[in-house]
């Protein structure tokens, strides 16, 4: 499929894009599930129901009172993690485990962006120890994402001091706007979940992609196009192809929650299961 995405010089534009089941094709913190077991960061049990949680995040996602109960049950779980240890195993494991999950379509929206002179900004509830450096493998300009409390140790307290969701999102979203000079009329936005709703509305060209059904009786109440990603593949195959250079993303909301983020889940996935019995 061939998206014709305008080229306009000025006023600055930007295209915004949702990380999970937007850009890549499973949920970000909980792809790095077996690498924070093997890392010792959670224990086998959890591990198990990381996997479980991936099942169900694929099948239908989190509403918004469950991402508010996780948002609250996740700073207890990832209190003491060691941040540079999180670090570290992300950039470890990021090529194996994310490089064969990003959807071509995507890749070729963000390429299309770059050669329209626009901005390409990730914006994430998923904590910036893990959007942060796949936004850099996609070439990003800007990341927003959740953010934690580093104590003087090093370690997150588990404190969430910025939480990237929902209305936030589009209050980051005109933030950067004023700051950057992006005129917002003529941006882009692209998600897959009904809680980006305040983000997509914010700009002139909102995208549902890959909708929960919530999304999408919204995008067909509202016009918004509806976008169909299915083709989940290496970006290193598609590099030879590019003509902008992949750029490093600067993060703007960033410091995080990848073990944050990941607990959340975890903590959604054992009620969904609990209440199937």
């Not at 090529?95 to 929206?109: C, F, G, R, T, V």
């Not at 390429?111 to 998923?126: N, W």
């Not at 070439?139 to 934690?148: E, F, L, N, Q, W």
């Not at 980006?196 to 999304?215: E, F, I, K, W």
Request: some cysteine; hydrophobic content about 45%; proline content about 5%.
């Amino acid at each position: 499929m061939l998206w014709v995405v305008e080229n306009h010089s000025l006023p600055r534009t930007a295209a915004f894009f949702d990380l999970d089941k937007t850009v890549i094709a499973k949920s970000s913190t909980l792809t790095f599930g077996k690498s924070f077991y093997q890392g010792g960061l959670i224990n086998r049990r959890a591990a198990l129901r990381t996997a479980y949680a991936q099942f169900v995040f694929l099948a239908g996602g989190a509403d918004h009172d469950q991402m508010e109960r996780m948002r609250k049950y996740l700073s207890a779980l990832c209190r003491g993690w060691n941040v540079q240890q999180v670090k570290e195993i992300v950039a470890e494991t990021l090529h194996d485990l994310i490089d064969p999950i990003i959807y071509d379509e995507a890749a070729s929206l963000i390429e299309e962006h770059h050669r329209a002179g626009r901005d390409v900004v990730i914006v994430s509830t998923s904590g910036a120890e893990v959007v942060e450096p796949i936004g850099e493998l996609l070439g990003a300009d800007r990341v927003v994402a959740t953010r934690m409390v580093v104590g003087d140790d090093g370690c997150f307290t588990g404190e969430v001091e910025y939480y990237a969701y929902g209305p936030t999102k589009a209050e980051a979203v005109k933030e950067l706007a004023q700051s950057e000079g992006y005129d917002l009329d003529r941006c882009y936005a692209y998600s897959d979940s009904a809680t980006d709703v305040p983000m997509l509305q914010s700009v002139g060209h909102p995208h549902a992609v890959n909708p929960d059904r919530t999304l999408r009786r919204e995008a067909l109440a509202r016009g918004w196009p509806i976008l169909d990603f299915n083709r989940p593949v290496r970006l290193k195959q598609r590099l030879p192809t590019l003509s902008v250079p992949p750029r490093p993303a600067l993060v703007v909301a960033a410091a995080v929650g990848a073990a944050a983020a990941t607990a959340g889940l975890v903590w959604y996935a054992s009620r969904r299961k609990a209440a199937t019995f």
